[in-house]
């Protein structure tokens, strides 16, 4: 058997013996993209249920118009209750028992009728979000009534009711890509998919060079009758090889909480999840570069260090460099950044950026062809660089 094949099964059995290790490669990854998808499914169906709330009503006398607006919060989806006066709707404010109270006094046709403008006076406690966003929503329905009556006058003065917004912008959408993936996966999965990409590597780097120096078995390993080169190599498969499946499980998790047609995700997954064949096939060519640079890069680094301990120190310091550009994916569609084929030239945010592409269904076939060559040629230099170091004698320094 191959010698590089007999290094990376023994380096995978003993990772996988390691519950530490495990958790780096599967359960984090999973763990962290539910976490993910619960919390943020929860508190976007929140937003949603905080426009159907509950308000209240204070109505002196009913008219018309009145009855026609409460009518209208109720058709879109609000519980409306009344009370009996301000005081007892303020009390209830303080008390947390009530959100939003409107004051329509007596009526809005009292005021309408003897042309004076009708304020609705709404009572809410401001570090109340929920508040707000129903304030919001009675506002938008106050507009479209505020329409629908200026409308009216202007047919009886016979005035074209296009007049009634002389100014406006109309949208003419132009699509680019073939999802429509929401806008939130679209800044938050590229960064998780890369930083699990280095942390399932990251978890078991320290142990499998430094580690062998500290517990005296590396010496037994180098003498053995194959050549360093290998047992380099053998090692650098085997933690990309751990890479690569911490970053597979972000992503099958992804599909697994696509399929549960959860209430909750609605939201989130409204416009479908935008990965189709095509972009899986893309996130995993523009991964496998990145995972080998990861993994060549930790065990030079493992291999540099004396001891586990200062394995560690360097591997926090190098996780900040993975860590920068990895959180700028995030907010990389705010700028004019995104549109350069420059960040295709910047490691670790190159790959990220290809994932946030194929999420959206774009295709930059120069700009992924960028992303692997360079991350292939910075795999290749580090992978030489542990290599050397393999050759070293230096490399069972313990002191």
Known sequence: MNPVVTVFRKEMREMLRDKRVRSAMFIGPIFSVALMFI??????????????????????????ATDAFIKGLEKGGMTVKELPSV????????KGEVRLALDFGDGMETSL??????????????????????????????????????????????????????????????????????EFLVQLLPYLIVIWAFYGAMSSASDMVAGEKERQTLETLL????????????KLFALATASFLATASSIATIFVFYSLKLDFLKPLFEKGLGLNFTGVLVILVALVPTTMFFAS??????????????????LAQGSILVMLPAMFSQIIGFTDFAQSRTVYAIPILNAANVIRNALIGKYDAVGIAM?????????????AWSVRLFNRETILNRI
Not at 152 to 172: G, N, T, Y
Not at 223 to 234: C, D, E, H, M, N
Request: net charge positive; charged share 20%.
């Open 113 to 182: 009728g003897s042309n004076q403008p009708f304020k609705l006076p709404a009572y809410f406690d401001p570090s109340e979000q929920k508040a707000q966003i129903a304030l919001s929503v009675i506002e938008k329905s106050m507009s479209a009534m505020n329409e629908v009556i200026v409308g009216k006058i202007f047919e009886e003065k016979q005035i074209d009711k296009a007049m009634l917004k002389p100014l406006s912008v109309e949208r003419k959408e132009v699509k680019v890509g073939d999802t429509n993936t929401n």
């Open 87 to 94: 005081d007892a709707a303020t009390e209830q404010i303080k």
């Open 371 to 383: 992303t692997v060559g360079i991350g292939a040629v910075l795999a290749l230099i580090a992978m």
């Open 223 to 234: 003498i053995s009758p194959v050549a360093r080169r290998q047992v380099a190599l053998g």
């Open 39 to 64: 919390l943020f499914g929860l508190i976007f169906s929140s937003f949603s249920k905080a426009t159907k709330t509950t308000v209240h009503a204070i109505v002196r006398k009913h008219d018309a």
């Open 297 to 314: 890069a930790l065990i030079a680094i493992s291999s540099y260090a004396r001891n586990t301990r200062e394995a560690q120190t360097y």
